[in-house]
């Protein structure tokens, strides 16, 4: 019997991380992992060659994970929030009118 300690303890106010993954990225990852599952199974269902289907997948796989990570490393956790949310604020406003504007008594 061997006796592993394992620190799970991540600190105060830290965000999760695994393996270099940060917050929002281990969903992310957990679900292309779960797509490639899903489109193994179609492939093989398909009746695609097994050989054929395992090499589609690990390709996929090591570019999903790639990417993944070059996401984390760029954006940090909360970079891509930011700029997702960036876009939705308007870079003009119009308006007909002047009463927006007027101080009213």
């Given at each position: ?54 090499g ?9 994970t ?10 940090g ?16 406003i ?12």
């Amino acid at each position: 019997m061997s006796n592993s300690v394992y620190s799970i303890n991540k600190g105060i106010n830290k965000s999760i991380e695994f393996k270099g993954l940060k917050a929002q990225y281990i969903w992310y990852f957990g679900g292309g992992v779960i797509a490639l599952l899903i489109l193994f199974a179609i492939l093989y269902i398909i009746g695609i060659n097994s050989f054929v289907c395992i090499g589609i997948i690990l390709t996929l796989g090591t570019i999903l994970t790639i990417k993944i990570y070059a996401l984390s490393n760029t954006y940090g956790e909360y970079g891509m929030m930011k700029k997702l949310a960036k876009r939705s604020i308007p870079k003009v406003i119009k308006s007909k009118s002047r009463s927006a504007f007027l101080h009213r008594k």
